[in-house]
């Protein structure tokens, strides 16, 4: 899995956002239902959904990583935050 591009993690939340836009592109486009070859299309729309969960699984690895850091770096903000979570 490779490292999300940009430090902030604001490159990862873009790919992620792109590859969102190409599922539902990938879906509503209406030149697919027009097609004679089927199996195209559904190879096409199937490595448009992988790509997307693979952004997806960055994603959560580079929030997860940020999530472990602020716990040993700041581990009352961590406390604090789990209170949050558990008094609703």
């Known amino acids: ?23 539902l592109a990938a879906l509503t486009n209406p030149d697919h239902f027009n097609v004679r070859d089927s199996e195209e299309v559904k190879t096409g729309v199937e490595q448009t959904i992988q790509r997307f969960l693979d952004l997806a699984k960055q994603m959560e690895c580079f929030f997860l990583q940020k999530r472990l ?3 040993t770096q700041k581990p009352e903000q961590f406390v604090i935050e789990s209170a949050y979570c558990y008094t609703d």
Do not use: H
């Open 69 to 71: 850091l602020l716990s």
């Open 1 to 23: 899995m490779a490292a999300p591009t940009g430090t902030s993690g604001q490159g990862i939340v873009d790919d992620f956002e792109n590859s969102f836009q190409a599922c």
